[in-house]
């Protein structure tokens, strides 16, 4: 079946720095999906992308998706303690939604 | 007002009982998903329902047995608990199911962590 790897696995990082992670996909993608997991919480929807080489922006997150609709990105500039948590993404093929293996962020301050 | 629950919260039992998931969307949705997360926080994909029709069953044990009475709910049974069955369980809702350039942001209940023992 589809796979989607995602990295890194975990990433520690000082408040003020940037941070990213990355998903990649074998085959083509209808479109990816961004979701956030706090500590001990549910993950949350963040944004959609559709579009080869769209980018879209929330704040200081800039989320990318590749000209081959393969990969996509999430980049934080400047996190902060309320970046920490664990970042998925979701991918979409031929109707079936397969998530990542998260990255978890934490952040010191 | 909560969009989607899920009950119990937490459920720890022993190994070899029978026990049930409550998940229960107000949202309108037609698409409702079971997950499973285990320790590592790996998110993975157990049933999906449209509108009570099973759309997607991915290899899981015949001893977990999903049931949508309604499209606003999706409950799931587990026969025979194992001690392997230890996780956070995760409903979620959309509105649609996955679609070629559709939306369908999923919307995740506050998951079950279940402990068997």
């Known amino acids: 079946g589809q796979q989607v790897m995602q990295i890194p696995q975990y990433q520690h990082v000082q408040e003020g720095e940037d941070f990213t992670t990355y998903c990649n996909s074998s085959t083509t993608l209808s479109n990816i999906q961004w979701y956030k997991q706090r500590p001990g919480g549910h993950p949350v929807f963040l944004i959609q992308?559709?579009?080869?080489?769209e980018v879209k922006k929330q704040k200081r997150l800039t989320f990318q998706f590749g000209e081959a609709k393969k990969n996509s990105s999430l980049h934080i500039t400047a996190t902060q303690t309320t970046d920490v948590g664990t970042y998925f993404c979701a991918a979409d093929n031929a109707g079936k939604s397969t998530f990542g293996d998260g990255t978890t962020l934490t952040v010191k301050p | 007002d909560t969009a989607v629950s899920q009950t119990p919260k937490y459920l720890v039992t022993q190994m070899g009982n029978d026990k049930s998931i409550k998940c229960e969307q107000n949202l309108g949705h037609d698409t409702m998903y079971w997950y499973k997360q285990d320790s590592k926080k790996f998110l993975k994909i157990m049933f999906s329902y449209n509108n009570k029709e099973l759309i997607i069953n991915e290899t899981v044990p015949n001893r977990f047995s999903p049931k949508s009475p309604d499209k606003a709910h999706l409950n799931l049974h587990i026969n025979s608990l194992e001690l392997g069955d230890s996780a956070v369980y995760f409903c979620a809702s959309s509105q649609h199911p996955p679609l070629a350039g559709g939306p369908y942001e999923q919307y995740f209940g506050p998951g079950t962590r279940l402990t068997v023992t």
């Open positions: 992308l559709v579009k080869s080489g």
